[in-house]
């Protein structure tokens, strides 16, 4: 079947998909700041090893070059820096301000592709990523009001991410998506395990069973999006991705008291306009570089 004949459930599970990451980000404001950012992002994905399980033989017989190894690493370790920071981001910014600023994961891929697969921006796409950093300014605000360490660590976050995407792509062509993810999972736990020691808290059972909720729903998220791929084109699931920012304000302003900020909905909304229109243009040229919004995430 044509993947473009299924673009109601591609919506539906694109949708789906934003709300599991919304749970993500709220049960991460849930669980506070005593816990360190690296010791609550390194148990985050050691209780997700758990969904790894059923590829353990598949992975021990797993055979890869000395020069797969070392991407893998490479992306292991820019993923590893990219979830400290958001988990640090996580603690000290509102729910939604960080859920727009994550909207620039796919724009600094994009800016990337340039330097390293050597791709070329037209005239349009510069345009677009314009109207994106706009969008960054506008919620940042910077010399109108002080900027918290957790902006900045967002704006990294965004560029690991970004980077740690690319070398996915490099690696998709040469092993299973599946085997991407899992040893993504893998090198990530190792990457966080000495920085999490560093600062070890002892956790209690109910922030245990709050970082499973992450680590599930973040496995969720990224099966939902499968699914919304398998049935629709992303020209047709990305724009939906700012439902996200919806939920993201109403769950902040219900439940943590964070009251609707509009110039972080009018930034977010400007940068997923750009992301919508290059991922348009790209689907035009037959040609994919930008990634969904939910490919940049944890």
Known sequence: MD????????????????????????LVKLLGERIPAAESAFLRYLLGLVFLLPMARSLSRLRLSGRQWQLFGLRGLLHTAGVVLW??????LPIAEVTAMNYLNPVYVTILAVFFPGETLAFRRILAIVAAL??????????????????????????????SYLLAKILSG?????????LLSITVTVGLAPLALAVWVWPTGWELLVLFGVAS???????????AFAAAPVSVTQPVTFLQLVWSVLVGWV??????????????????????????????????????????KL
């Open 87 to 92: 988990f640090f981001a996580m603690t000290r």
């Open 134 to 163: 706009l969008g960054a300014l506008l919620i940042l605000r910077p010399g109108f009001r002080e900027l918290d360490p957790g902006h900045i660590a967002m704006l990294g976050t965004a560029l690991f991410f970004a980077g």
């Open 3 to 26: 993947m473009t004949a299924r673009p109601a459930q591609g919506i539906f599970w694109m949708a789906v998909t934003g709300l599991c990451f919304v749970a993500v980000t709220a």
């Open 217 to 227: 729903f973040a496995t969720a998220g990224h099966y939902t999006m499968t699914l």
């Open 255 to 296: 439940f943590f008291a964070e009251p609707p900020d509009f110039w972080v909905i009018g930034g977010g909304s400007l940068i997923v306009g750009a992301v919508v229109f290059i991922t348009w243009r790209e689907a035009r040229l037959k040609k994919a570089v930008t990634p969904a919004v939910p490919e940049t």
């Open 174 to 182: 040469q092993v299973s998506a599946a085997v991407v993810v899992a």
